[in-house]
C-alpha cells in the first residue's frame, strides 16, 4: 500500500505539492485571523474597562431660581 501511495506521489508531483502548500497557506490564515480576534477582543476590553469603571459627572450652570420644579443644574 505504501508503494502505490509514493508511486501515485511521484506520477503527480506537481498536485502534491500544491495541496500541500493549500493546506499550509490555509492554516497560517486561520491562526492569523484568530490571533487577531484575540488581540482586538483583548483591545476592545481595555477600553471598555477603562470608561466603564470611571465616575462620570455633568455639571452646568447652577440656576438661580426659588421655583421648586427647577431646582438643579442647567442642562
Not at 501511495?5 to 493549500?22: D, E
Not at 477603562?50 to 421648586?68: F, K, P, W
Amino acid at each position: 500500500m505504501w508503494q502505490v501511495t509514493m508511486r501515485g506521489s511521484r506520477a503527480q508531483l506537481g498536485r502534491f505539492f500544491l495541496t500541500a502548500l493549500a493546506v499550509m497557506l490555509g492554516i497560517a490564515f486561520l491562526s492569523g485571523t484568530l490571533a487577531v480576534r484575540d488581540v482586538l477582543g483583548e483591545t476592545f476590553d481595555n477600553l471598555t474597562e477603562g470608561t466603564i469603571t470611571d465616575n462620570l459627572a455633568v455639571r452646568g450652570e447652577e440656576l438661580n431660581t426659588s421655583d421648586a420644579t427647577q431646582v438643579g443644574n442647567a442642562p
